[in-house]
């Protein structure tokens, strides 16, 4: 599923900005810094009772450019431009030093942008991946496979990710996820409309061709891919429909190791777990049961190769940005213009401090924090937020419409 993502890094930024530390985003490198509201931002030419979005806004809207990387522009994509050219700046002076957390961002940043020796391995580094796959011979193996697959970089049919509990938030519990759709959502499948129906065709006709890096004739190619749609189809049939999602009980469905034998008996789920280092784990609590009530009659009787095919197809999407630029823009082709409107992808460097991101969350954060969030910057958010904590006790204690016992409560929540 596509989500919009703020990073941790530009959330600093706003407490800074609130706080009053960070100069504010400015127009042009050679424009004045404005503090608070902007009034050049707004259109006080709009009458704010017909149209306060306008009467607001439509001074920026009017000087502000989408660019063509994104589906979508607003200040919090500004505030994350910041963080991106201040991140950029640290990586791009940072020594590779070996055995230290700065130094294996180093290292992987400067493996990420180096292009020439991504296009001269083509697909090799995936050939481990790929022998795994090739070795699935039955619904079984598929089953299998499941443990390998997160190791492979791949979603498989369904993974174990560890998250709060629905009863007690406080500890977090062994979910069992999936399925991992290619496209965005059920509804893509789905639905007959000739709009979703020229989305699915982009889709085969893009995995044909990043399947043609693979060794793929045209014809085969082609067949593979259709064979993951309709796989992916029956499973998207088979999943809980989106609009029961919005009752969280529909995710709440703790099943033991001897339950999910019974519902999935192909499945070996001691070794699984036992694969994935949590041999003490006996329960997993299922985001999707009704998939997995399913998914014994999708494999049942299911040609193998229809699964090599699918984990295939897998594997090269989630490998796509990672290998040849070449790859990577077939693989843009269709995430970008197709699904969000977008022309251009974004440039190497940014996709490189993403993948960075990504992977050594805490060490770049350590990074940022050195660079951008001084002693004095954090004593004053100290402060500031302390004096918030100060002023909401305040008016809890003058509140007219609380009970003493409730503000008793509302004091120890505070």
């Known amino acids: 599923m596509k989500r919009m993502r703020i990073r941790w890094a530009s959330l600093l930024v706003i407490i800074a900005l609130a706080a009053g530390m960070i100069a504010p985003i400015a127009k042009a490198e050679d424009a004045p810094a404005v503090h608070g509201i902007d009034r050049n931002d707004m259109n006080l030419e709009v009458e704010p009772g017909e149209d306060f979005y306008n009467f607001s806004n439509g001074g920026w809207l009017a000087e502000t450019d989408l660019p063509a990387t994104n589906p979508s522009y607003g200040v919090f994509n500004e505030l994350d431009d910041q963080v991106t050219e201040l991140l950029l700046g640290i990586l791009t002076d940072l020594e590779p030093e070996e055995d230290t957390d700065s130094g294996r961002v180093a290292s992987l940043f400067s493996q990420a942008i180096d292009v020439e020796t991504r296009a001269a391995q ?66 893509y499948y789905l639905d007959p409309s000739e709009d ?23 014809a085969d190619a082609k067949a593979a891919a259709e064979s993951a749609l309709a796989f992916e189809t029956e499973v998207a049939e088979a999943m809980t429909p989106d609009e029961e999602r919005s009752d969280i009980e529909t995710y709440n469905n703790p099943r033991t190791i001897a339950e999910l034998s019974e519902t999935l008996p192909g499945m070996d789920w001691e070794a699984y777990l036992a694969d994935l280092g949590l ?83 805490d060490a770049l954060g350590q990074l940022y924090v050195a660079e951008a969030f001084s002693p004095e910057a954090k004593a004053a958010i100290e402060e500031l937020v302390d004096n918030l904590i100060d002023a909401f006790r305040i008016r809890i204690e003058n509140s007219s419409w609380m009970s003493d016992a409730t503000k008793l409560k509302a004091i120890e929540k505070l």
Do not use: C, H
């Open 196 to 218: 979703s129906q020229a989305i699915r065709d982009a889709w085969v006709e893009t995995t044909a061709a990043l399947l043609g890096y693979l060794g793929y004739s045209d």
């Open 122 to 187: 083509g697909v090799e580094p995936l050939q481990p991946s790929l022998d795994n796959i090739a070795a699935i011979k039955s619904a079984d193996d598929a089953l299998a496979y499941q443990s390998q697959a997160i190791l492979d970089g791949i979603p498989g049919l369904f993974s174990v990710y560890a998250g709060p509990g629905l009863v007690d938030a406080s500890v977090n519990i062994a979910w069992l996820g999936g399925p991992t759709l290619s496209l965005p959502s059920r509804p």
């Open 279 to 361: 041999t003490d784990t006996d329960t997993l609590y299922v985001d999707d049961i009704r998939y997995l009530n399913a998914l014994g009659g999708i494999l049942e009787g299911k040609d193998p190769q229809v699964l090599e095919d699918l984990f295939t197809v897998q594997l090269i999407w989630a490998a796509s940005p990672y290998l040849s630029e070449e790859i990577g823009d077939v693989a843009f082709s269709f995430n970008g213009p197709v699904l969000n409107g977008v022309d251009e992808r974004r440039p190497i460097q940014e996709r490189a401090l993403f993948s960075v991101e990504e992977t050594f969350p």
